[in-house]
């Protein structure tokens, strides 16, 4: 519908400028190219009057309920206390310092499901395309029994049977005990586990933290001497086409480094021991941590298993064949050649896996572990009653970890992505 | 879960104005069934049995409200709510009425907005132990671990009680009774603190109870009653006239065996006033002039209901105590029926 005006004036050049049209209103629903603009608009205006009616009609009963939103609980001593802490608390520390524990608590359970539940996932996913027949039926079992499970009830399982199975601290008690430890220097109890824990003797800082970042800053630097090494390596292979041996010079970056601090300072193992009701000393893994761990790996390595199996699967069965006739074992044929290109498919739905951990970690609460949703989303807005305000933070914090986990992951995904040149 | 926990607390924005204005009395009276919060399952106080019927001292409260408004002790829904769900069941109106154990405290009843119609049972915190620990006082208990329920009082004084004494303890955080009772056998916990009529009616339900003992300290004071929302004071006086007929009854001899002839007229006129003979106090609720008779015909009295589901001839063995009447020294007093 589109309407040519007719040409007027004098000047020939006029002639070849293109028809000028006239906007007329309905254009906006009659012409094609404003339609649907239109319509977004449309939809886009009614969803911002619902959200301004329901964040109105909240405010407003609110309100009239004599409540308002306020943070200031946050400042106020929490007054109950918390198992696990990361950081230093105790039950006169303040609301706000209670959720940052629960908000450690649940990177912490993220961060090693995450890892584990990688490991599990690509295991089962490789395993499950094996030849041999019964490695096979395996890992379909694995995958078929822990994905079709709710992770809920696999938590609630996996602690149940900790506490049920696993003796009580007391049983370790007596002159025959009904209980020992392993190797007399770790104890498996129903309330956790207990292993000794690295001290050092002779500390090159007081305070404690700064004595391990010294370990930590070493191992980075012995990271950055061993993939110089390898750069070398392949340079050397690129000039001549012979690859010089380098792994015992590369363990030797890792290793030497590292022992000779770990003998200046002193490295001595704090073993764990009955005193009173419980052990003490060492490092304790809580049986609440440890159930939460397990049942996330292992849930949601079922699903990391089937996309690793898709994204092998997706790769040409010539590109195995091709890398075969080049003479490569098969080892080497999947580590070099299928799985590199695999990985561009498996990444992105591993990102929503590991997306998945961490919103499923809010139901550590099932078994008494102390995350973001038990403190800052139970007990913190149980005792203050203030229902809207914790809401309201818990949903910002899952959100930006969320997204900070797959910005992180996109990062990751484009620096492996095919790169055309 | 998170989701309803999401909705939960959106609803409780969103209806707690509305549920202020509307008159409790008149919804459950369209509905012709009162919603009752009570407890997941504390033998006792509020427990299901083998059919599935409700029974015990909290749900006795319930059924006496429905008999007062409804007429029928029967005409009640049993919402089970846990420590941490009971208060955003009662303001967001999921419940008319909570009666689950639940501590009179000052934020609850300023803060939380909620109106504490009396007191039931006068209870402490207590501590339970394995009696092969050997354990005789709660100051021995340093280094123990505790299971609590969440979202009470007991965690807080429990923290407060540690604290003050300088010793430490490891706390297991449990949402239900049933659960803590499970962790607490199974060794995953040293102690189990909760009220101490808790602790009874836990123990009562273990295999062996003799084997637990309950150690001498009170830590704390748990006056627990039924409670409403703040802004219908005509329902909270329904349910608090509803618990004052219970214990006059109890004070002036009318039981659920003698009651239906005592309404007949009696020469006691505060016995004849409660049961609606005289004057018009059942009127000035807004309910029948007999709702006070149909209480008692239902539930019994105070004591009654008391020795029934909790007193010292049931597995729970709870003696009165401060829950005795004020006229046998105890704290159980009521203003008059006048
Ligand atoms: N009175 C305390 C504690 C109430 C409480 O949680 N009581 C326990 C044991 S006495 C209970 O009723 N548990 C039953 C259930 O788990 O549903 C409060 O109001 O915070």
């Given at each position: 519908m589109v309407k040519y005006q007719g040409v007027t004036g004098i000047?020939?050049?006029?002639?070849?400028?293109?028809p000028k049209e006239t906007f007329r209103l309905s254009m906006l629903i009659n012409d094609t190219r404003y339609r649907s603009l239109t319509f977004q608009a449309i939809a886009a205006i009614i969803l911002a009057l619902s959200f301004w009616y329901l964040l109105n009609n909240l405010f407003q009963n609110l309100a009239a309920a004599g409540l308002n939103i306020s943070?200031?609980?946050?400042?106020?001593?929490?007054?109950y206390d918390i198992n696990q802490r990361l950081i230093e608390y105790d039950s006169q520390s303040s609301h706000g310092r209670a959720a940052v524990v629960g908000i450690l608590n649940t990177l912490l359970v993220a961060f090693l499901a995450c890892i584990t539940a990688t490991i599990f996932g690509v295991v089962a996913g490789v395993l499950r395309l094996s030849n041999n027949w019964l490695v096979s039926k395996l890992m379909a079992f694995y995958v078929e029994i822990f994905r079709n499970i709710p992770v809920l009830i696999w938590i609630i399982i996996i602690f149940t049977i900790m506490t049920a199975v696993l003796p009580a601290p007391r049983a370790f008690r007596g002159d025959e005990p009904a209980a020992s430890m392993l190797f007399g220097s770790a104890a498996f109890t129903n309330r956790g586990v207990y292993i000794p824990g690295p001290w050092f003797s002779r500390p090159l800082f007081d305070v404690a933290v700064l004595n391990w970042l010294l370990v930590l800053a070493f191992l980075v630097g012995s990271f950055f001497g061993a993939r110089a090494l390898g750069r070398w390596a392949t340079k050397v292979q690129e000039a001549t086409g012979d690859r010089p041996v380098t792994w015992y010079f590369s363990l030797g970056i890792w290793l030497v480094p590292f022992l000779a601090l770990m003998v200046i300072m002193g490295l001595s193992w704090e073993y764990p021991a009955l005193k009173g009701f419980n052990f003490s000393g060492g490092i304790k893994i809580g049986g609440p941590l440890i159930a939460l761990w397990f049942a996330l790996s292992i849930y949601t390595g079922a699903f990391i298993a089937e996309n690793v199996r898709a994204g092998i699967q997706a790769i040409n069965k010539g590109q195995t064949e091709a890398a075969a006739s080049l003479g490569l074992r098969p080892g080497r044929v999947m580590n070099l050649v299928v799985l590199p290109q695999a990985l561009r498919v498996i990444i992105p739905p591993l990102i929503s896996q590991y997306l998945n951990i961490t919103k499923n970690s809010s139901l550590a609460i099932a078994v008494g572990y102390a995350d973001i949703t038990a403190t800052l989303g139970g007990i913190t807005l149980n005792q203050t009653g203030r229902a809207i305000e914790c809401v309201l933070l818990l949903m910002l914090f899952y959100l930006t970890i969320s997204l900070l986990i797959s910005a992180f992951m996109n990062v990751y995904n484009s620096s492996i992505k095919l790169k055309e040149r | 879960m998170k989701k309803t926990f999401v909705l939960g607390a959106l609803t409780v924005a969103g209806l707690a104005a509305g549920a202020a204005q509307a008159a409790t009395v008149d919804d459950v009276k369209a509905r012709g069934k009162l919603n009752c919060g009570v407890s997941t399952g504390l033998v006792g106080f509020a427990a299901p049995d083998a059919n599935g019927n409700w029974g015990g001292f909290d749900v006795e409260m319930c059924r006496a409200v429905a008999a007062a408004v409804l007429g029928d002790s029967n005409a009640v829904e049993f919402v089970p709510t846990t420590g941490k769900t009971r208060f955003t069941a009662l303001a967001s109106g999921e419940v008319d009425l909570l009666a689950r154990n639940t501590t009179w405290t000052f934020s609850r009843d300023v803060?939380?907005?909620?109106?504490?119609?009396?007191?039931?049972y006068y209870d402490g915190q207590g501590f339970m132990v394995p009696a092969e620990l050997g354990v005789s006082s709660a100051k021995d208990l340093d280094g123990a671990t505790v299971c609590i329920q969440t979202g009470t009082t007991t965690e807080l004084n429990l923290a407060d009680f540690f604290r003050v004494n300088g010793i430490s303890y490891e706390p297991v955080p449990i949402e239900t009774n049933a659960e803590a009772q499970q962790q607490y056998l199974a060794g995953a916990c040293d102690v189990y603190t909760t009220d101490a009529s808790g602790l009874a009616a836990t123990r009562a339900t273990f295999e062996n109870p003799g084997e637990h003992v309950v150690l001498p300290e009170i830590i704390s004071k748990e006056p627990l009653g039924p409670l409403v929302r703040h802004g219908d004071d005509n329902w909270g006086d329904i349910v608090r006239w509803t618990l004052n007929a219970l214990i006059t009854a109890e004070e002036l001899g009318v039981t659920s065996a003698n009651v239906a002839e005592m309404s007949g007229g009696t020469n006691n006129p505060e016995i004849n006033r409660m049961l609606g003979t005289e004057g018009n106090l059942g009127e000035q609720l807004g309910l029948e002039a007999d709702w006070a008779m149909k209480v008692i015909s239902a539930v019994g009295n105070y004591g009654e209901s008391f020795e029934k589901n909790?007193?010292?001839?049931?597995?729970?063995?709870?003696?009165?105590?401060?829950?005795?009447l004020w006229t046998e020294g105890g704290l159980i007093y009521t203003p008059p029926f006048r």
């Open positions: 000047h020939m050049t006029t002639l070849t400028d293109p943070y200031s609980f946050f400042g106020e001593s929490a007054g | 803060d939380l907005k909620f109106t504490f119609v009396g007191v039931n909790i007193g010292e001839n049931t597995p729970i063995g709870l003696a009165r105590g401060l829950n005795a």
